[in-house]
């Protein structure tokens, strides 16, 4: 009896803790109006779907320099897959990230396996989760805002612990609704990484979005990373585009 | 003086911000597609084996000739892979040539690995005829349910292998709900003279099928094979991520009717018919300081006992004394070539563990990866341990230098190997 009633207590529990985890935030009308203001500042950066092509460069601290091309397809709120075009080495890898599930196809390999957010495919200061990076407001919950007079300070909390950074520091640009600098911590407010968004371009078809994004991190001193985006253009795919069948085929997107 | 004095402060100005301004650039050639393709890699890895005298298939290679204890090999490799793509059709062909050069002799081998034609009318439908490889399975060093595969060697998994002639097709549907993703791939596999000979009994067409669901973020596969070529299997695998860091997979394997062919320590030829299920459970972790643990268990029902493995040994043992007492080879000419490869394959008995330790740039050593492997037998408690070191900072190129042990007893797998220890330096360089 008592072993029953201690297994209901803990499924009851369990139960609770999942409804109490699910309900939404309590409604407060400037949090609200800074979590639209995220979502602006998604579509600003780019559409909800769309094909881009960005160049990342590790630099070490002697100024050695290793760099990797990609062409990135995104659909929706969830779905994000990339393929290796350069360097000969890295050609023909793909990555897809479906929600929070990550897989890495390396041709030789054949079947694609399981990769995991806080793992970079192409070593250096990003990581898996900012080279397949979802929407801020599909990841984040803004917790805290903050007026910096030209600036707009964000204080975004991951919706769920699955997210590779607990909570992110945006500061953004009052008049572009764009980000200029992002800071990424953990949960017990140690930084990860800083990212700083750069060289602001017109990519045509109303996309106008810093090109440029500088990272470096205290874990990583003296290294720096940067991504350069070119090429952005709003696309529709098919679902299928985004599931491991495909991934072989990615590069077929091209056109 | 002062004008002198303005310019160096100028000119200090203008350096220091030609030094710290970074100019990235990102030309639009570097982006351009093109319909030909050709890319690949060329390899020399030089390797020192260590032969273990004593073991049986030292016997088998130098029984009539002198062996140095040390043995020299340098092998030279060069894949290349080449895709033409025009409008939604693609030919793909990938060759691999091997050169091997020890002290016995060269030895050259070409091989198609793949060659093969894709239509791909929607992202939802493909269709592929030719050579080709499927790799199907979840396993990192194994593939129980990878029926249409050559065998992946379980100390370098990630080596290309050479595919089979098959017609294949996949397609794809996604969903909203449980089901995130479906798909289906019906493959035909023709075996007559001259193609997919070593797939099986010389016959005509095998069907084979593979469907996927991608079902509560579990990837999970339900395989087939069947036809006159080789007796029916089915099989399933999964593959799931239990938290950001940790990913666990399987793979079940029913053959029926499976034959397996073993000699006595005579070398009578038996056969033996009976369904086999063979099992692979696997992990793969990340720890927060990048150190990735890879871990698999594989119960292999069509591999070998240790009383069978123990009496081929004694074969080769007995045919080993003829020859040196009376000149006469016949046991171990037939002890090389019979019942095919099945004593000589990588991991012929039946239990195994395998563990991969790697260490993503430990000190800060940027590129550098360190890892160890151990694949131990557990029905005969020998063992392989490899530690290796890769460097990847030169672009492209690839260095990796590997070293085995192999421990092991009389009459076990890893105590009867040519060699007790091997190191090699793997050089790739891809264009």
């Known amino acids: 009896m008592k072993k029953t009633l201690f297994l209901t207590w803990i499924v009851v529990s369990l139960i609770c803790a999942r409804v109490q985890a699910a309900e939404p935030q309590e409604a407060n009308p400037e949090l609200e109006k800074a979590n639209q203001l995220l979502v602006q500042l998604d579509r600003n950066l780019n559409p909800v779907s769309y094909e881009s092509y960005r160049k990342l460069i590790n630099i070490e601290p002697d100024g050695k320099k290793k760099e ?6 995104k659909k929706g709120m969830d779905r994000v897959a990339s393929v290796f075009l350069s360097p000969a080495s890295e050609k023909g890898r793909s990555t897809l990230r479906l929600d929070e599930n990550m897989w890495l196809y390396i041709p030789n390999v054949g079947k694609p396996i399981r990769i995991t957010s806080l793992q970079s495919v192409t070593g250096g200061v990003f990581n898996n989760s900012d080279i397949l990076r979802l929407d801020y407001s599909a990841e984040y919950n803004v917790a805290q805002i903050q007026d910096l007079g030209q600036e707009t300070l964000l204080h975004l909390k991951a919706k769920t612990k699955n997210v590779a950074y607990d909570t992110l520091k945006m500061w953004v640009n009052k008049t572009k609704t764009l980000p200029t600098k992002i800071e990424c911590l953990t949960a017990t407010s140690m930084l990860i990484k800083t990212m700083v968004f750069k060289e602001t ?12 994004i500088e990272t470096d991190s205290p874990l990583h001193k003296g290294y720096k990373s940067v991504m350069i985006h070119a090429n952005i253009k709003k696309r ?9 069948t495909f991934m072989p085929n990615l590069g077929s997107l091209r056109q | 003086m002062k004008r002198w004095g303005l310019l160096w402060v100028l000119l200090t100005l203008l350096i220091g911000t030609a030094f710290t301004q970074e100019n990235y650039s990102f030309e639009l050639s570097e982006i351009e597609e093109k319909p030909l393709n050709l890319g690949g890699y060329v390899e020399l890895y030089p390797v020192v084996r260590g032969l273990n005298e004593d073991s049986a298939a030292h016997k088998l290679k130098f029984y009539d000739r002198d062996s140095e204890r040390l043995h020299d090999e ?5 894949l290349v892979n080449g895709s033409y793509t025009k409008g939604i059709s693609e030919f793909r062909a990938i060759v691999n040539t091997n050169v091997t050069h020890d002290d016995l002799d060269w030895s050259e081998d070409t091989t198609l690995y793949e060659g093969v034609v894709s239509l791909r009318p929607s992202p939802r439908l493909t269709f592929k005829a030719g050579k080709t490889t499927l790799k199907w399975g979840k396993g990192y060093a194994w593939n129980p349910v990878a ?20 017609a294949c097709a996949d397609y794809i549907k996604s969903f909203d709900g449980p089901i995130k993703t479906f798909s289906f791939t019906p493959v035909l596999v023709p075996v007559y003279d001259h193609i997919n000979e070593d797939l099986g009994t010389i016959t005509g067409l095998n069907v084979a099928g593979r469907t996927y669901f991608l079902l509560y973020d579990t990837d999970i596969d339900f395989i087939f094979l069947t036809g006159e070529s080789k007796t029916t299997r089915y099989g399933v695998d999964f593959s799931r991520n239990i938290t950001s860091s940790f990913e666990v997979h399987g793979e079940l394997a029913f053959i029926k009717n499976y034959e397996k062919k073993f000699i006595d320590e005579t070398g009578t030829l038996f056969s033996r018919q009976y369904n086999a299920t063979s099992t692979l459970l696997g992990l793969r972790y990340l720890s927060g300081s990048e150190t990735t643990t890879i871990f698999e268990y594989l119960h292999n029902a069509t591999g070998l006992t240790g009383g069978e493995t123990g009496d081929y040994y004694s074969f080769i043992d007995q045919g080993y004394t003829t020859y040196l007492s009376s000149g006469n080879d016949t046991d171990l000419k037939r002890a090389s070539h019979i019942t095919g490869n099945q004593y000589t394959r990588k991991n012929p008995m039946q239990d195994y563990l395998y563990l991969r330790i790697s260490q993503k740039e430990p000190f800060e050593l940027l590129y550098f990866t360190p890892s160890i492997t151990s694949i131990v037998n557990m029905n005969d408690k020998s063992f392989s341990l490899g530690p290796e070191c890769l460097y990847t900072g030169v672009e492209n190129l690839e260095l990796r230098l590997r070293t085995t042990f192999l421990v092991g007893d009389s009459y076990t797998e890893y105590g009867e190997k040519q060699n007790d220890f091997w190191i090699g330096l793997r050089a790739r360089y891809y264009y």
């Open chain 1, 68 to 73: 990797f091309i990609l062409y990135s397809v």
């Open chain 1, 201 to 212: 371009k017109d990519f045509g078809n109303g996309i106008v979005r810093p090109s440029v």
């Open chain 1, 236 to 244: 529709a795919f098919s679902d299928e585009v985004f599931t491991l």
């Open chain 2, 74 to 78: 340098y092998n030279f490799s060069a």
């Open chain 2, 147 to 166: 029926f249409l595969d050559r065998p992946k060697d379980p100390t370098d998994p990630e080596l290309a292998r050479e595919g089979f002639v098959v």
